[in-house]
């Protein structure tokens, strides 16, 4: 009795082996599809916590890639104003009589090597003082506006006097000469 019932069938003449065969085919090819297309049924709160996590996933890419723009960008503007300086900025003094122009970087007392035309054109203020990747140069005052507009930090602010003096200055009176040397 262990026999199953297409076993019993087939020994008792009602079928033949092709068509048990092709029964048993068909019977597998609907559970296959069945198996294959039924999906568990979603429940609401399933659906609302894919949704959620999805609006996440979009966020987080969405921040990501704001970042890598933000990323290139920066890099962009640092290889224009590396570009500037190179193509614009006054060779350096060699050989020449020339004294050093000390000016405030940061938080740092740096010099840049002048001779007496330079140092004029820098106080009439047709030269800027720029500072890049620890290098200073000098370079033309309408290059320097330039590099403002990317990067206001490289260029470095140089002006004579303030134009508005405290009135309680007791030394106001006193006017120090520009070409005073220590």
């Known amino acids: ?14 079928v033949t082996k092709k068509q048990a065969t092709q ?6 090819r609907q559970q296959y599809r069945q198996a294959k297309g039924q ?18 996933k979009v966020a987080r ?5 704001r970042e890598r723009a933000a990323r290139a960008e920066a890099k962009a ?8 300086i190179d193509r614009n900025r006054l060779p350096p003094l060699e050989g020449e009589q020339f004294d050093y122009f000390n000016f405030v970087a940061g938080k740092k007392i740096r010099r840049i090597a002048l001779n007496p035309e330079l140092r004029a054109r820098l106080t009439r203020g047709e ?32 002006s004579e006097e303030s134009a508005t003096a405290d009135e309680n200055d007791p030394y106001k009176d006193f006017v ?4 005073l040397r220590w």
Do not use: C, W, Y
């Open 127 to 158: 030269l800027s003082i720029v500072r890049h990747e620890g290098r200073s140069a000098l370079v033309p005052a309408e290059v320097a506006e330039r590099i403002r507009e990317r990067d206001e930090r490289v260029v470095i602010a140089f």
């Open 61 to 65: 890419d969405r921040e990501l890639n």
């Open 39 to 56: 999906k568990t049924p979603q429940t609401d709160e399933q659906r609302a916590a894919a949704a959620r996590a999805q609006a996440a």
């Open 77 to 84: 503007r640092h290889a224009e104003i590396r570009q500037l």
């Open 1 to 14: 009795m262990s026999d199953t019932l297409r076993d019993q069938l087939l020994k008792a003449g009602l």
């Open 23 to 28: 029964v048993e085919q068909k019977q597998h």
């Open 176 to 179: 120090v000469p520009d070409d």
